[in-house]
């Protein structure tokens, strides 16, 4: 059974950093892209930014290019996202979601639970 | 990045069908069959419930059909139940970034 398990999000300053991490198990993760996609309270899913398999190619969303970078350790099965410079409206919950491709093909097949980041001084 | 475009709110009442538009351009929809579709519950992840314009995934019930024409991409639920009542968000591949979503569909059972 695949899970996706989110862990780091939290209360955090504006202009702050964090980095939220998620935990795959139930599937070859190196064979998968990842994305991390977020939904602000009461709002609709957002895609932020998805990185390849091997994890040699990342995309990024233009409202985080330059603060948010996505990263993998395919030995450990873990996705991360290192947050910087950290605004109010990027206070949401933010999913780990699996593509079944080893490059994005435009489907989530797996979601984990989400993290909630609030970003408020 | 625009959004798809899908209607705010659809509803129906139980055994009946509807069906949810979802319109993109020629850089997502229209030129790529990687269209998904995903429930969400309230306080809960979101569901794949339909891949590739028209795949169901295993478990998914076939009263969840996805259908696709030109830039716009449709998703229909038969034999509407109350289970079903839920939020619908539609997504594409697309040329300048790998994922858009749509803005989402509130589906209510009357």
């Known amino acids: 059974e695949v899970q996706l398990v989110e862990s780091g999000g939290g209360l955090v300053q504006p202009g702050g950093s964090l980095r939220l991490s998620c935990a795959a198990s139930?599937?070859?993760?190196?064979?998968?892209?990842m994305s991390w996609v977020r939904q602000a309270p009461g709002k609709g899913l957002e895609w932020v930014s998805a990185?390849?398999?091997?994890?040699?190619?990342?995309y990024y969303a233009d409202f985080v290019k330059g603060r948010f970078t996505i990263s993998r350790d395919n030995s450990k099965s873990t996705l991360y996202l290192q947050m910087n410079s950290l605004r109010a409206e990027d206070t949401a919950v933010y999913y780990c979601?699996?593509?079944?491709?080893?490059?994005?093909?435009?489907?989530?097949?797996?979601w984990g639970q989400g993290t909630l980041l609030t970003v408020s001084s | 990045q625009s959004a798809l475009t899908q209607p705010a709110s659809v509803s129906g009442s139980p055994g009946q069908s509807i069906t949810i538009s979802c319109t993109g351009t020629s850089s997502d929809i229209g030129s790529y069959n990687y269209v998904s579709w995903y429930q969400q519950h309230p306080g809960k992840a979101p569901k794949l419930m339909i891949y590739d314009v028209s795949n169901r995934p295993s478990g998914v019930s076939n009263r969840f059909s996805g259908s696709k024409s030109g830039n716009t991409a449709s998703l229909t639920i038969s034999g509407l139940q109350a289970e079903d009542e839920a939020d619908y968000y539609c997504s594409s591949y697309s040329s300048s970034t790998p994922y858009v979503f749509g803005a989402g569909t509130k589906v209510t059972v009357l």
């Open positions: 990185i390849g398999g091997s994890g040699a190619t990342t």
């Open positions: 139930g599937f070859t993760f190196s064979s998968c892209a």
């Open positions: 979601a699996k593509d079944p491709g080893s490059g994005p093909e435009g489907t989530f097949d797996s």
